[in-house]
Each structure stands twice: as C-alpha cells, then as structure tokens.
C-alpha cells in the first residue's frame, strides 16, 4: 500500500488549499480513508474521514471549513482547507488502516500566516 499527498502550501488566513493522496496497492474503494494532522510541537490528530458509502466526519475545529471526498475511479482523496486560521498549520497525513495495519502518506506542510 502506498499513499501520497500533495498540495500543501503556504497561505494566509482566510485562504483556501486543496490537498490530494493518491493510493495504490488496494482496492480503495472498500476502504474508509482519512486525513490527519500534526501541528509543531503537537501530537498528531485526526482531521476528518470519509467511509467506503461516503459518510463523513470531521473534528470540532475544521467541521464547516475543511470537506473529505473521494473520486474512487482515481484511487485518491481529497481534502479542500477554506477559511484556514493559523492553528491550522500543521503537517497533514492521508491514512487507511488496512488489514489491520495502518499507513500514512509522506505528509505535506500547510503554513498558514496570520
């Protein structure tokens, strides 16, 4: 399994970034998938995660600004970032447990500038 995420960025507040995660070496489709984050000097903490049926979930702090989807004919998931603030800077991972493992994209820093 293999993930990789991309479209971070630097960004004032206010500003919107849209990241990718590209997956391979599973059938995405069946799988519930989701995006992480991990701000400096901060454990890493779930962001939202969408369901192979589409169910979505966010955390408190991004429910409103921040949409999970996925187009499963591309294998990949998308999280678009508006209204970022500052606290939402932060390095964020795309993940899947699968066959009882978990793996995690490389990670791609979002910065946003107060």
């Known amino acids: 399994v293999q993930l990789q995420a991309s479209g971070g960025g630097l960004v004032e507040a206010g500003g919107s970034l849209r990241l990718s995660c590209a997956a391979s070496?599973?059938?995405?489709?069946?799988?519930?998938v989701g995006w992480y984050r991990q701000p400096p000097g901060k454990q890493r903490e779930e962001v939202a995660r969408?369901?192979?049926?589409?169910?979505?979930n966010y955390a408190d702090s991004v429910n409103g600004r921040f949409a999970i989807s996925r187009d499963n004919i591309r294998r990949t998931l998308y999280l678009q970032l508006d209204n970022l603030k500052p606290d939402d800077t932060g390095v964020y991972y795309c993940?899947?447990?699968?066959?009882?493992?978990?793996?995690w994209g490389q990670g791609t820093l979002v910065t946003v500038s107060s």
């Open positions: 993940h899947v447990n699968y066959k009882s493992r978990d793996f």
């Open positions: 070496g599973l059938n995405f489709r069946i799988h519930t």
């Open positions: 969408i369901s192979s049926d589409g169910g979505r």
